[in-house]
C-alpha cells in the first residue's frame, strides 16, 4: 500500500511548508510540488516580524523567504490566500476555504500555529498579536502613531522581543508577566531573574506574578486592569501568551490530533503523510519524549525531513537538539536542548553581572541544555555535547 | 568554491560553526570569522548545509 508519491502537495507555506518544497528540489524530485499557503503574501521569515520590520529598520520585502520568479524557476506552483478546511485520506482530496476540492498523492501539513487570544477584546483598536506579517504592520503603525504607552501581556520570547523593539523605538513600556519570572517556567527562576533584570535595565515597567484581568477602552483600548487591581493606561496592548496548532481542519480525516499532528519518529502521519513546523508533534528519539517545538531552526530542518520521507521509507528518525535565539536590546539569548525549570543550573562561562555568559543545565547525571546570553559560540559547543548525551560532570569539565 | 557571507546580515547565531567548525567560528566578540574561505570540494556538503540552515540566509557559495 505504500508507495513513492509522484507528485507532492504541501499545505502551510510558511518556513516548513517552503523547506519542504526546496528540499524535494534539491533531492531531485521532479514531480509536481503544489504549495499551498493562507496567507496573500510568499513565504516569509518570521523572527524579523517582532524585531528589525517592527523597529522600522526594515521594509516587509526584506523579510521574504522566496518570491514568484524562485518559485517558479524550482516549479513549485504556488497557491496562496487559500486555507485548507478538510482532508479526506480515502479520497486523497483537500477541502480549501472556497469550497474547492484539490486531490494529492503525497501531502506535507505544515499549517503551522496560531495566537491565543484574550477573550472580550474582539474589535477594540490598539489591541494586537504579533504572528504574520499583516499583524506586524498593523502594530508597526500603531507603534509609529507615537503612543503614550504600549502594555505587553506574556514576557514569553515575543512578548520580550516587542518589548526591547518598542524601547528602542523610545516608547513607555509595561510588561505583564503571570509568572513569577520571566520565561520562569522555560529557564527556572534564577534565569528567569536575569531576563526581569534586562527589562528593568532597559526601563520596562516589568509587573510579575500578576494577570490580566480585562483590557477596557470604548472604541479604542484605553486601559488594562490586572488581577491585583492595579489599573496602568495604554493606548497599545499586545498579547503574546503562545500558540495553538492549526489542527481544526483535520477534525474527522483520522488524522489524529492531540496538541499538534501526531507523528512517527521520522514525521511520517500516514501513508504518503508527513508533518512538519509547528504543527508537528513527534517522539525525538534522542530525548525519548514527544514534543512540539515552535523554533525557526526546527520549522527549517523538520521541513525538509518530512518532503525526503514521503519519497523514501529509509529516511530515518528526526533526532534533533531543538535550539532557538531571541533577540532582546542588544542581548542575544540562544537557548539549546530540553530544559526544565528544577534541572540544576550552573555558569560555566561569563558572568550573570555582565549579562554574557553561559549556563548548562543537567538533569540525572546529564546535560540537559545550554543557555546563552551573548555566547553563541559556547551554545553551539554544549549544544554538540547534548546531542552526543555527554553527562553532566562531562560538561561541566568542557572548556571551550 | 568561495564561502562569501553578507556581514550585513549575519548575527552571529554561529549554526554555521556547529556544522563546520573547522570553517567557520563565532569568536568571544561575537562576529563570525570564516577560517578557510575556500575549502575543497570534500568539504561542499557541510557547506552546503550551513547555507541552506542559516536563519539569516547570510552565507553563500561563489563557484570561481
Not at chain 1, 17 to 34: K, W
Not at chain 1, 320 to 345: C, H, M, N, T
Not at chain 1, 364 to 387: D, S
Request: charged residues 25%; aromatic residues 6%; contains cysteine.
Amino acid at each position: 500500500m505504500t508507495s513513492t508519491p509522484r507528485a507532492v502537495t504541501i499545505v502551510g507555506a510558511s518556513l516548513a511548508g517552503l523547506n519542504a518544497a526546496e528540499a524535494l528540489r534539491r533531492d531531485g524530485f521532479e514531480g509536481p510540488i503544489t504549495l499551498i499557503g493562507a496567507e496573500d503574501h510568499p513565504p516569509y521569515d518570521r523572527p524579523p516580524l517582532s524585531k528589525q520590520v517592527l523597529a522600522g529598520d526594515w521594509e516587509p520585502d526584506r523579510a521574504a523567504l522566496t518570491d514568484a520568479e524562485e518559485l517558479q524557476e524550482d516549479e513549485i506552483e504556488a497557491r496562496f490566500g487559500l486555507r485548507a478546511t478538510g482532508l479526506d485520506l480515502d479520497a486523497r482530496e483537500l477541502t480549501l476555504h472556497t469550497g474547492e476540492t484539490v486531490g494529492f498523492d503525497g501531502l506535507v501539513i505544515a499549517t503551522g500555529a496560531r495566537c491565543r487570544t484574550m477573550g472580550g477584546t474582539e474589535g477594540l483598536e490598539g489591541v494586537h498579536v504579533l504572528r504574520s506579517l499583516d499583524d506586524c504592520l498593523a502594530l508597526r503603525a500603531d507603534l509609529e502613531a507615537a503612543p503614550q504607552r504600549v502594555l505587553v501581556v506574556g514576557a514569553g520570547f515575543i512578548g520580550a522581543e516587542v518589548a526591547a523593539t518598542a524601547r528602542g523605538r523610545g516608547l513607555e513600556v509595561s510588561l505583564v508577566e503571570a509568572l513569577p519570572t520571566p520565561l520562569g517556567r522555560v529557564l527556572g527562576d534564577e534565569m528567569g531573574q536575569v531576563c526581569a533584570e534586562v527589562h528593568r535595565d532597559h526601563g520596562v515597567d516589568l509587573r510579575t506574578g500578576v494577570g490580566v484581568d480585562r483590557i477596557e477602552g470604548d472604541r479604542r483600548v484605553e486601559r488594562v486592569v490586572l488581577s491585583d487591581g492595579a489599573v496602568i493606561d495604554a493606548d497599545v496592548v499586545v498579547v503574546g501568551i503562545g500558540v495553538i496548532p492549526n489542527t481544526e481542519w483535520l477534525d474527522g480525516s483520522g488524522v489524529e490530533v492531540d496538541d499538534g499532528v501526531i507523528c512517527d519518529a521520522s514525521c511520517l502521519v500516514a501513508d504518503r503523510v508527513t508533518a512538519a513546523g509547528d504543527v508537528a508533534r513527534w517522539p525525538n528519539q534522542l530525548f525519548g519524549e514527544t514534543m512540539r517545538v515552535e523554533h525557526w531552526d526546527n520549522a527549517a530542518a523538520q521541513g525538509a525531513h518530512a518532503a525526503r520521507r514521503l519519497l523514501d521509507a529509509g529516511v530515518g528518525p528526526l533526532m534533533p537538539v531543538p535550539w532557538f535565539w531571541s533577540d532582546q536590546y542588544d542581548r542575544k539569548i540562544q537557548l539549546a536542548g530540553r530544559v526544565r525549570p528544577d534541572d540544576e543550573v550552573r555558569v560555566v562561562n561569563g558572568s550573570l553581572d555582565e549579562r554574557r555568559f553561559a549556563a548548562i543545565y543537567g538533569r540525572a547525571g546529564k546535560i540537559t541544555g545550554v543557555l546563552g546570553f551573548n555566547r553563541p559560540r559556547h551554545v553551539m559547543r554544549y549544544r554538540a555535547l547534548i546531542e552526543q548525551g555527554a553527562s553532566f560532570d562531562d560538561a561541566l569539565a568542557a572548556e571551550f | 568554491m568561495r564561502i562569501v557571507v553578507d556581514f550585513d546580515l549575519c548575527e552571529s547565531n554561529a549554526v554555521c560553526m556547529q556544522i563546520a567548525p573547522d570553517i567557520f567560528e563565532v569568536r568571544d566578540d561575537d562576529f563570525l570569522y570564516i577560517l578557510n574561505e575556500t575549502p575543497g570540494e570534500a568539504d561542499r556538503v557541510r557547506v552546503e548545509e550551513c547555507v541552506q540552515r542559516c536563519p539569516k540566509q547570510a552565507i553563500s557559495i561563489a563557484e570561481d
